[in-house]
């Protein structure tokens, strides 16, 4: 063990817990060492370790897994010093003797507690359609600042469907109009960070004065707040402060105030007092229009980039979960067709994004199986769960396990209880028992293929 694998294993979280997350909760972790498969760090305090433990410990330990090293257990305590033996050479960067921990983790900047806006998010460039409309022309309102606004202006809905774009558009906005506005945006996490560095510097009144003083607070994702009681609270005095003073204040949320779990009920009834809306999951046309506007940064990108006829509109049918994964697709395919200098058709779009394409594929459920399954051999839903093994119902059954198999990521224990309460290894009989009559037998291999299509659907 040395600090290598731990540099991969940071490498990996910071590509997967994205950066505010890391740099609030994972950079200021120092590894000591490791033995018996016992990793221990040191942490500024015992909150950071708690929490470090609780949310990121079970990814922290199979990150080094990954790396191939077992880990049983973390350890994370408040150490004066770090005493690693020499191990590779950058032990050599730890410090001896007894530090201060002050002076290793320096006071934050609490002036500029805010996270950065991203230059793309602009009203420009933000695709207007039915599911997003309300949501938009209430963001517009808000960052045009006239006598009625909505305060504060809640705006949800699923994952990236536009939540953090608008939000950024307003503040863009409103730093253009008002250049002298102090507009304050930060993620829900940071807010919460900044709270617990404040508690530990013992500069709770730097804290409130800071999120007091500000014009417009912008706080994104406020459901990760839920559950965390001593944030909410500060999160509420610092809303009541500013609505008394009449500033503007935006959240975001991945769901409606009132479904936030954990969340106490002043801070929701608080909420939605102002106005409240919701981005609903794209239609096509909205899609196909965000591809539209984005096709354009790519053709610029890429001058001999050629697109066929239909492609567009080929992805904006299929994929219909998320716009960020649209983008994603997108941008793929034309790095993709620049590179190898092909027109980008409908058999290179499949081929180049094959893996996104079955991803955002319809997933079939165990009940929908079982139903087909029944109708296709003509029996009664209650035979497909009752304990009858007469052939011609055990039969169809374990086609049905067989393409609940094959066709969901259900486990093995899982498909068993769905088939009325039955053991895994009746799965894997069933399973097995399919395998082996596709291959002999004709009407068998036939009636799957036909099922299969018809689910898939
Ligand atoms: P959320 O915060 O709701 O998870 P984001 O605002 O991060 O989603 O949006 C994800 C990506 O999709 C961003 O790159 C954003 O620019 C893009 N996007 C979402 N909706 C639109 C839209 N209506 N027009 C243009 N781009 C959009
Ligand atoms: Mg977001």
């Known amino acids: 063990m040395n600090q290598d694998t731990w540099g991969r294993v940071r490498d990996d979280l910071m590509q997967n817990l994205g950066r505010d997350a890391f740099n609030n909760w994972i950079k200021p972790l120092e590894l000591v060492g490791e033995s018996d498969g016992v990793v221990s760090f040191s942490v500024p305090t015992n909150f950071l370790g708690d929490w470090v433990s609780r949310n990121y410990g079970e990814r922290i330990k199979n990150g080094f897994n990954q790396a191939g090293l077992e880990v049983d257990r973390l350890d994370f305590s408040v150490l004066p010093s770090i005493l690693t033996p020499s191990e590779g050479a950058d032990a050599n960067d730890t410090r001896q003797g007894g530090s201060n921990l002050s002076r290793r983790s320096p006071k934050p900047d609490i002036d500029l507690p805010g996270s950065p806006l991203d ?246 459920t165990i009940d929908e199986i079982i139903r087909k399954v029944a109708d296709h051999y003509n029996l009664r839903l209650s035979d497909m769960l009752s304990p009858r093994r007469a052939r011609s119902v055990a039969r169809p059954r374990q086609v049905a396990m067989y393409l609940s198999k094959m066709l969901t990521s259900k486990s093995l224990p899982e498909i068993g209880r769905r088939f009325g309460g039955r053991d895994h290894t009746t799965v894997i009989h069933a399973v097995r028992k399919i395998e082996e009559l596709k291959s002999v037998d004709n009407q068998i291999s036939e009636d799957i293929e036909l099922l299969r299509r018809m689910l898939e659907a």
């Open 119 to 364: 230059k793309r998010f602009t009203f420009d460039s933000f695709v207007v359609g039915k599911p997003n409309e309300l949501a938009h022309a209430a963001a517009r309102r808000v960052a045009e600042g006239g006598p009625v606004t909505f305060n504060p202006l809640f705006l949800y809905g699923g994952v990236g469907l536009g939540k953090t774009h608008l939000m950024h558009a307003i503040a863009w906005e409103i730093q253009n109009r008002r250049p002298d506005a102090k507009v304050l945006y930060l993620s829900a996490e940071n807010f919460m960070y900044r709270f617990v560095q404040s508690l530990r510097f013992k500069d709770m009144i730097g804290f409130k004065e800071m999120f007091r003083s500000v014009d417009v607070l912008m706080v994104d994702d406020v459901q990760f707040i839920a559950g965390k009681e001593s944030t909410q609270d500060e999160f509420f005095h610092t809303f009541n402060a500013l609505v008394d003073q009449n500033k503007q204040i935006v959240i975001s949320a991945d769901r409606a105030p009132g479904e936030i779990d954990g969340l106490e009920e002043r801070i929701k009834s608080r909420l939605q007092w102002g106005l409240v809306v919701d981005l609903h999951p794209t239609d096509y046309e909205l899609r196909l229009g965000i591809l539209q506007s984005k096709v354009e940064a790519q053709e610029r990108l890429y001058p001999d980039l050629r697109l066929a006829d239909g492609v567009l509109e080929f992805l904006a049918h299929r994929i219909s979960s998320n716009v960020r994964v649209l983008e994603g697709a997108l941008n793929r395919l034309c790095a993709f067709a620049s590179l190898v200098g092909r027109e980008a058709t409908l058999e290179v779009t499949q081929e180049c994004l094959a893996d996104v394409l079955r991803a955002s594929d319809r997933k079939v």
